[in-house]
């Protein structure tokens, strides 16, 4: 569509899309049209606005880098990869006085998202390091097995969503990525040296503005991620040789092994070698909880989520003795998830996502049962939870926002 010089294609139609101002630069837009929220380091300018209820990412860039990452965030959103969802891309933008200014690509925000540096508020601990690595490391994983070539693998152009005491990460710049059949040898380890050389300026750069905690190594870290990543994907691509007296239960033990880490099977290739099988499952994509809890009850959570939730539901299932799955899954989103939920209090619910919060209630339960030496009940839990934790949870500023002059005073701080 056209608005005076500028032509927005989109692939969601927002005709409040143009009513922003396309003719100032980014960078000098009015704070009233802005919300601010915490960003990680780009080497764009980058804003966020809200429209119609929905918060977007702006960010400026020539016209042909915009449109190589609108069609790559396109393709991976058809594939269903954790990636920002691309929206439009602005072009023919000019100025009051008639100059050129550069294209924007609008991408939807993640809600309940933050980047790395947002995390934390004083100091990067060693235990909050640990689990984003593990996040990016599944993250890059998943991203190879897909084909894709990030080109710049990194903290920064990541956003983390709190999943069940983990973190999912989430692509959120793909400018320098590709999208191929199939990955070589040679692809991959280009991506991991780029990681190497990315996490190991991230940690120095907090090092320096001193938000990395004292025990925390940059060369470790480097080393760590790197580590992390080649174990998860050995796990996952490795050719396994099973006797054959033991074939059925290393094959079954292999599968759920590569469930529990969230990856789905899609066949297992075998061949026979002297005295057994040489075994390799086709690991399709992540997400194999996730996949199942929105089969069977319509939610749809981060895979550690998913995971605690449907352990709730076949504990729930056993408890009732009802052998069809189906049903035990409506009964218990009936009267125990929606219940919880709506227990909340309206003006905590920007707290935390609902699944997340029935997560930590799950775990919230467990620890007061272990103090009672019994299982204290699910109303008690949520009554103590509700008054004891989530009341004392900030509101996640990915999802509220902050007023834009004292995110600029955070940033100066260095607390963003």
């Not at 880098?65 to 058809?78: G, N, P, Q, S, W």
């Not at 490795?238 to 006797?243: F, K, L, N, T």
């Not at 094959?251 to 297992?268: K, M, P, Q």
Request: net charge negative; charged share 25%.
């Amino acid at each position: 569509m056209h608005t005076g010089s500028v032509r927005i294609t989109s692939a969601v139609v927002d005709p409040t899309l143009l009513d922003l101002p396309w003719d100032v630069p980014l960078e000098e837009w009015p704070a009233d049209r802005l919300v601010a929220l915490p960003q990680g380091i780009s080497r764009h300018i980058v804003r966020f606005v809200k429209l119609n209820g929905v918060v977007y990412a702006l960010k400026e860039t020539r016209e042909r880098i915009a449109e190589k990452e609108y069609d790559l965030l396109r393709a991976l959103e058809r594939i269903d990869f954790p990636a920002v969802e691309a929206v439009a891309i602005v072009t023919d933008r000019l100025d009051s006085g008639g100059e050129a200014l550069e294209t924007v690509l609008i991408t939807r925000h993640l809600q309940f998202s933050l980047p790395y540096r947002a995390l934390f508020s004083h100091v990067l601990r060693l235990e909050t390091m640990n689990r984003l690595l593990d996040a990016l490391a599944a993250l890059i994983v998943r991203m190879h097995l897909t084909g894709f070539s990030w080109g710049d693998c990194s903290l920064s152009n990541t956003l983390f969503r709190r999943d069940a005491g983990a973190f999912a990460a989430y692509l959120v710049d793909a400018e320098t990525g590709n999208l191929y059949p199939k990955l070589s040898e040679g692809q991959r380890s280009e991506d991991i040296e780029i990681l190497r050389l990315n996490i190991f300026g991230e940690c120095l750069d907090l090092q320096a503005a001193e938000l990395l905690h004292e025990s925390i190594d940059p060369e470790a870290v480097v080393d760590d991620i790197v580590a992390r990543y080649e174990r998860l994907w050995h796990e996952v691509t490795y050719e396994q040789e099973v006797p054959i007296s033991d074939a059925r239960h290393d094959i079954e033990g292999r599968i759920r092994r590569l469930n529990d880490l969230g990856f789905d099977v899609a066949e297992v290739a075998m061949s026979t070698v002297d005295g057994g099988y040489r075994v390799r499952p086709k690991v399709v994509d992540a997400g194999y909880h996730t996949r199942r809890l929105l089969r069977l009850t319509g939610l749809d959570a981060e895979e550690n989520q998913a995971r605690q939730l449907l352990n709730d539901l076949d504990t729930y299932r056993a408890e009732s003795d009802l052998t069809d799955e189906q049903q035990a899954a409506h009964r218990w989103l009936t009267e125990v998830f929606e219940p919880v939920v709506r227990a909340v209090p309206a003006n905590m619910r920007r707290k935390l996502e609902p699944q997340e919060i029935f997560s930590q209630i799950i775990q919230h339960k467990w620890l007061l049962s272990e103090q009672a030496g019994r299982d204290v009940g699910m109303a008690p839990t949520v009554q103590s939870y509700l008054s004891d934790v989530l009341v004392n949870k900030p509101d996640e500023q990915a999802v509220l926002g902050v007023e834009v002059e004292s995110l600029a005073g955070g940033v100066e701080a260095g607390l963003l």
